[in-house]
């Protein structure tokens, strides 16, 4: 029979489910910009052996060997549903660790409802996705793996195919002393992701803050010098990545890709429903920070977007709504949208700090040269070799990627 708890044993447990709330929430807590915004800063070498890297798991030292087994799995269509869509399918280093189109185009019989970013640099990342719900590279993985719209694979599946794989069961017993298992494989990955990162003597914005003066023009001198004063963007863009990893809502439009595909709308009010949205049937429109919180006044709030290589990475935000800088700026210019997102009636009010910044002409060519001096002078991933695939006899597994639409989703090009 139980017992009644005292009420100095339910204070206890109230306090502790108050510092609990206290410690997670801030996570997700939106930001009306730095208080002290952090000096930019360039990107430092990344070390590929033997040591904790950034944001690592205390479990998940980076290894070549273990690299070596991400860099497989992260393009072996097996960790996916019908054997299609591996990671790198959205994930392309021929686009930079992105992928070309406004919205990404998803899991076969499905289509996603949000931009795909590029791994680059995710490293330095504390949240993941641009609700910012995954805390590490092991948790985003995993959870990019079962998305329905995205691999739509589950732990059994992939286990199962992944034991089937003599190489597999060699390196996985090698590197974590067990036949494979799924939160291996993301770990594995994960650590392969940590190695791609920009090198700071490719760019233009890294050198110069490492002494070479000659290495940004006087055009993007002047915009870094916007983009720390009169145009405001370090409040939010600031420190190494030129990002705060704060929500804010824009007022971004909406996406005419979005609002004429019923394939998108049904892929976004599936994954309402798995957010524990109660009236997923009725969501028409991407709620954002939202579908993590549950609280109204965080609808259409996003996680701050890094701001490395993104002369590579168009199209930007998260609904790929703007396919070029010049395009962004301007935005950003009037002050954001003129209304609330798609005029949501429970959308919160746009972040204070989108205020119009009457920037002239010039003064907007030159934040957007300065914005193109943060990325490599040539694209990376271009180059980069796919690792051979290895095969089981049961799935075919080529190593060839699924080739993407050769239209982008957008009606704009």
């Known amino acids: 029979m139980m017992q009644r708890k005292s009420n100095k044993e339910i204070g206890l447990a109230l306090l502790a489910i108050g510092f609990m709330l206290a410690t997670v929430m801030p996570a997700f807590a939106g930001s009306q910009g730095s208080a002290t915004p952090r000096p930019l800063a360039p990107v430092p070498p990344i070390p590929a052996n033997g040591i904790l890297l950034p944001n690592a798991q205390k479990d998940n030292v980076t290894t070549p060997a273990k690299v070596e087994l991400g860099a497989m799995l992260m393009f072996d269509g097996r960790l996916s549903g019908d054997g299609s869509t591996p990671c790198a399918a959205c994930h392309r280093p021929e686009y930079a660790w992105s992928q070309p189109d406004d919205l990404s185009f998803g899991y076969p019989g499905t289509l996603h409802f949000r931009a795909g970013q590029t791994v680059l640099n995710n490293i330095h990342l504390n949240k993941y996705f641009w609700d910012g719900r995954s805390l590490s590279l092991e948790a985003q993985v995993g959870a990019a793996g079962f998305g329905q719209e995205s691999n739509n694979v589950s732990a059994q599946m992939a286990e199962a195919r992944m034991r089937q794989v003599p190489v597999y ?15 291996n494989a993301a770990r594995a990955v994960a650590a392969f992701e940590r190695t791609l990162n920009t090198d700071p003597k490719d760019v233009p914005f890294d050198r110069y803050m490492n002494g070479d003066r000659t290495a940004m023009t006087e055009q993007q001198i002047k915009g870094m010098k916007l983009f720390e004063g009169k145009a405001g963007c370090i409040q939010c863009h600031d420190g190494m990545l030129m990002t705060n990893q704060d929500f804010h809502n824009l007022g971004l439009p909406r996406n005419e890709a979005f609002d004429e595909d019923p394939l998108r709308q049904i892929s976004i009010r599936y994954r309402s429903k798995a957010f524990g949205i109660l009236n997923y049937d009725e969501v028409d ?10 609280r109204p006044d965080d609808i259409h709030k996003w996680r701050t977007a890094q ?3 993104l002369k590579w990475t168009p199209p930007y935000m998260h609904n790929g709504v703007f396919f070029d800088l010049e395009e962004v700026v301007d935005f950003y210019n009037v002050g954001g949208g003129p209304n ?11 972040d204070p ?16 040269a300065f914005l193109m001096a943060l990325s490599s002078d040539e694209m ?13 006899g049961i799935m075919t597994a080529t190593g060839v990627l699924v080739e993407l639409p050769e239209k982008v989703t957008s009606k704009k090009k």
């Not at 990376?380 to 089981?392: C, E, L, Q, S, V």
């Open 340 to 350: 609330l997102d798609g005029g949501a009636a429970l959308a919160g009010k746009k």
């Open 169 to 183: 069961v060699k390196m996985m017993q090698e590197i974590f002393g067990e036949p494979p298992t799924w939160d």
């Open 380 to 392: 990376p991933g271009k180059n980069y070799k796919i690792p051979r695939i290895p095969p089981d």
């Open 307 to 309: 701001l490395r290589e």
């Open 285 to 294: 429109e991407d709620k954002g920070l939202y579908f993590s919180t549950h």
């Open 353 to 368: 700090l989108m205020k119009p910044l009457n920037l002239t002409d010039d003064e907007k060519a030159a934040l957007v």
